[in-house]
Structures are given as C-alpha cells and as structure tokens.
C-alpha cells in the first residue's frame, strides 16, 4: 500500500491545498493529512480547529485520514512507517525552501523518506493561507481561496 504524508500549517487549509490532496488522492492509496503545530508560527486556529476543517472539506475522499503532530516530520514518518512526503509547489521560491528541507529529511530518514513535489494548478499559484487570513483581516472576500465552512470559521474568528 503506497500511503504519502501531506504535512502542513494549514492555518487555514486553501482550496490550492484541497486541490494537492484531491490529486494526491489518486496517486496514492493512502494520503495523511497531517497537521503540524509549528511553534515558529502565530496560528489563527487551534491544530484541533485546523484538523476538523480538513476532516469536513475532505469527507467525500475515501483514501484521506486527518492528523496532527507536533514534532518533526521524519519522527511522524518513522512512528506511521511512512516513506513518502507530499509538498506542493506554487513557484521556484517554493522549490528552493522545499528542496533543502526534503534533502534534510532525506538525510534525516538515512534514505527511507522521499518527498513528491505536486505543482499547483495556476488558479492557485498566488495563494497562501497567510494571504487568505490578510484578505479576512480587512473583511475581503475570500471565498475563491477557500471552502465555505472556512470561509465561515475565518467570519466568526476576525
């Protein structure tokens, strides 16, 4: 059974990550979403909050399971006996970043973790959930870069 690990922020999942997972789903048999608490970031919700919205937005996919970790990824991979790491890509900046950190986890892992680079579809390639929570800030609409049960979390939080 090939299963991926897709690790994120996810504060809040975008619709350009839905769209990782959606395809993901049909590469691998498995794909967990795992929900990093990364202590160098300000968080809007809670890693709880971030798991529920994904368990919402991706209950129609039958391969997808919803996690959380706080830790460092190798070390999630080695406790699920996972050797595949999803990322995606929006542009070479992205690359850069996710190189270096796939070859660390690589080095980590002594060869047993891969990363998989998913390019985003080009609707999606601007967007980020840190300009998703700017736009909410100033009450804009977000509703082409986000789900509707995000979009409505986003309302009641700001």
């Known amino acids: 059974m090939k ?3 897709y690790p994120g922020s996810f ?13 993901a789903s049909i590469m691998f048999d498995k794909v967990i979403v795992t929900v990093m608490n990364n202590s160098s970031k300000s968080s809007l919700f809670s890693v709880d909050e971030r798991v529920k919205m994904i368990e919402d937005i991706t209950r129609d996919l ?7 970790f ?3 990824m190798i070390d999630y991979c080695r406790q699920k006996n996972i050797h595949i790491v999803l990322r995606g890509l929006r542009a070479i900046t992205d690359f850069e970043y996710e190189l270096q ?19 985003t579809n080009l609707r999606y390639s601007y967007l980020s959930s840190s300009t998703v929570k700017e736009i909410a800030s100033y009450h804009g609409d977000v509703s082409s870069m986000v789900t509707d049960n995000v979009r409505i979390a986003l309302e009641e939080r700001i």
């Open 3 to 5: 299963v991926a690990v």
């Open 11 to 23: 504060d809040p999942i975008t619709l350009g990550h839905l769209d990782v997972i959606k395809r």
């Open 62 to 68: 039958g391969n997808i399971e919803v996690d959380s």
């Open 70 to 72: 706080d830790g460092l």
């Open 101 to 119: 950190i796939a070859q660390t986890n690589r080095e980590l892992s002594h060869n047993n973790v891969d990363t998989v680079f998913l390019t």
